[in-house]
């Protein structure tokens, strides 16, 4: 066998690569001991860069499409290596494929539980999560950076190299942010979007642009409970309605639980009395603080307060008592169980 025949049986007429996975960020391109040639061709798929690498040396970059490589569309590596023209003339160079494509919805989290003080709830500890995506869009240095001297470079490389990044971020902007739990949903858009900031800008210098980041940030318990009894607060109609509603319920609960005390000497139907006297009581009140005034049909105004010491009218023309619940006749003025005016 002659020379020509021994390298031309040594080196490569074409070189292309498809990604095994679609979280394959990098991969450097498998030459098997061979070299490329002069004119070998070289074809890039939509969504990649080819980055020919010489000697440790980042050369030429190429771009979706099909590629002779020759003098002409290889000034770098020609000017490196002073390629001359001539097919048995060979070189060795590295080609290193890059995902171009959008990555998105990678998963990310607080690498722990980060301590807040806050002046409503003390020391609170809590936790954010949340999706980002992103694209390299300088190949070059993401190689030189990042990959380095991998052979094969995914996203959960990357993943690993981000997680004490972005924690130490996020809590950086909940200090230069002061957190309101109570508008935890409009915090959340503003805290991503600070975060999407200082990421990109960290990942700059690695060739890499943030694209979209979303956010979600995990409350203890007991801050949950406060901002639901805030909302509840709010559609009742401020602090003073919430105050009594809380009022009520206890005294509900204790009457309830008084009528189902066996030693209490109160029989079941006292007890349903109980509860349907402070139903009424409530809607009585509540009366007071939403409307002021009761309005019958003929247009007269009735002080609630008067509307409040009558004892309110069951279904089947029964009453019962205000003051302990037990069932009183139409026409009785006095309740026979505990002496209570009606």
């Known amino acids: 066998m002659g020379l020509g025949k021994l390298i031309r049986g040594q080196t490569l007429s074409s070189i292309s690569y498809r990604a095994a996975e679609a979280w394959e960020l990098a991969q450097l391109f498998d030459r098997e001991g061979r070299r490329i040639m002069y004119e070998s061709v070289l074809t890039v798929q939509p969504g990649q860069?080819?980055?020919?690498?010489?000697?440790?040396?980042?050369?030429?970059?190429?771009?979706?499409?099909?590629?002779?490589?020759?003098?002409?569309?290889?000034?770098?590596?020609?000017?490196?290596?002073?390629w001359k023209y001539g097919f048995d003339e060979t070189f060795i160079v590295e080609t290193v494929f890059v995902n171009t494509n959008d990555i998105i919805d990678i998963p990310w989290g607080t690498s722990g539980k980060l301590t807040l003080p806050d002046n409503t709830f003390g020391m609170v500890n809590l936790g954010?999560?949340?999706?980002?995506?992103?694209?390299?869009?300088?190949?070059?240095?993401?190689?030189?950076?990042l990959?380095?001297?991998?052979?094969?470079?995914?996203?959960?490389?990357?993943?690993?190299?981000?997680?004490?990044?972005?924690?130490?971020?996020?809590?950086?902007?909940?200090?230069?942010?002061?957190?309101?739990?109570f508008d935890i949903q409009g915090y959340c858009g503003e805290a991503a979007q600070a975060l999407k900031m200082k990421l990109g800008g960290f990942?700059?210098?690695?060739?890499?642009?943030?694209?979209?980041?979303?956010?979600?940030?995990?409350?203890?318990?007991?801050?949950?409970?406060?901002?639901?009894?805030?909302?509840?607060?709010?559609?009742?109609?401020?602090?003073?309605?919430?105050?009594?509603?809380?009022?009520?319920?206890?005294?509900?609960?204790a009457m309830v639980s008084m009528a189902k005390n066996p030693g209490g000497g109160m029989n079941s139907v006292a007890g349903m009395g109980m509860q349907m006297a402070a139903g009424m009581t409530m809607a009585g009140q509540m009366g007071n603080m939403m409307g002021g005034m009761i309005q019958p049909q003929g247009g007269q105004q009735?002080?609630?307060?008067?509307?409040?010491?009558?004892?309110?009218?069951?279904?089947?023309?029964?009453?019962f008592c205000s003051q302990c619940g037990s069932p009183v006749s139409p026409n009785d003025k006095f309740c026979s169980n505990c002496g209570a005016k009606l």
């Open 49 to 82: 860069e080819a980055v020919l690498v010489n000697e440790g040396t980042l050369a030429d970059i190429f771009r979706p499409g099909r590629y002779e490589l020759t003098t002409e569309n290889m000034p770098v590596v020609t000017a490196l290596k002073e």
């Open 302 to 319: 009735i002080p609630n307060g008067m509307a409040q010491q009558t004892a309110a009218p069951a279904a089947g023309g029964h009453r």
């Open 147 to 181: 990959m380095g001297t991998k052979n094969r470079y995914t996203v959960e490389d990357l993943k690993g190299f981000l997680t004490s990044h972005i924690s130490m971020m996020f809590k950086e902007i909940i200090t230069e942010q002061p957190m309101n739990f």
């Open 128 to 145: 954010a999560n949340g999706k980002y995506s992103f694209a390299i869009t300088d190949s070059a240095a993401f190689i030189h950076k």
């Open 203 to 253: 990942l700059a210098d690695y060739g890499i642009t943030v694209k979209a980041m979303n956010l979600q940030i995990a409350l203890p318990e007991a801050v949950m409970k406060a901002i639901d009894e805030r909302a509840v607060m709010g559609a009742m109609g401020g602090m003073e309605a919430y105050a009594f509603k809380k009022q009520v319920d206890a005294q509900t609960e």
